[in-house]
């Protein structure tokens, strides 16, 4: 009877896996994103601590959890969501924050941060856009597009 039921949730979360996957796609205007794909998604679950340094080569990565430590997404799209937070330096090509950043945030691309972001630190990116009521303390700049900060240039 247990074996059934357990068959059953992994039908349903395959299910709801599938159904994010064609939501997200929808959200990104139209293309498709296969979450089967081993390099497509890196996720740090809520509930989970990392300490540490993490360097990643995904495509994406989804921090809902906590990271403490420097992130290193080369060539990647980091998502901290509202539940995530990081202690450290987050380099990426594109970083979008709605939860919690003490530290710096240093993206090839664009830097969004929406309404619920919590940040504490420095900025730097080509472009920056700040949803209102977003809490953003420290500084930010701006740099030409397609200059990349010397630490990512580094772990080329």
Known sequence: MYKDIRFEFDWI??????LVNRLTAWVMGGRWV????DRSLALVSRGLTLSG????????????GCVLGNVMAKSSI???????????TVHADTIFLAGQVTGKMVAAGQIACAAS?????????TQLSIQAGARIVGTMALRKA???P???????
């Open 13 to 18: 979360r395959l299910g709801v896996n599938m």
């Open 34 to 37: 296969s979450l089967a794909s």
């Open 53 to 64: 340094d993490l360097k990643i080569s995904t495509t994406r990565l989804q921090i809902d």
């Open 78 to 88: 980091v998502t901290i969501g509202p539940s995530g937070y990081v202690v450290g």
């Open 117 to 125: 972001a919590n940040f504490d630190g420095h900025m730097l990116a």
């Open 146 to 148: 397609g200059l990349l």
């Open 150 to 156: 010397v630490p990512m240039q580094e772990c080329a």
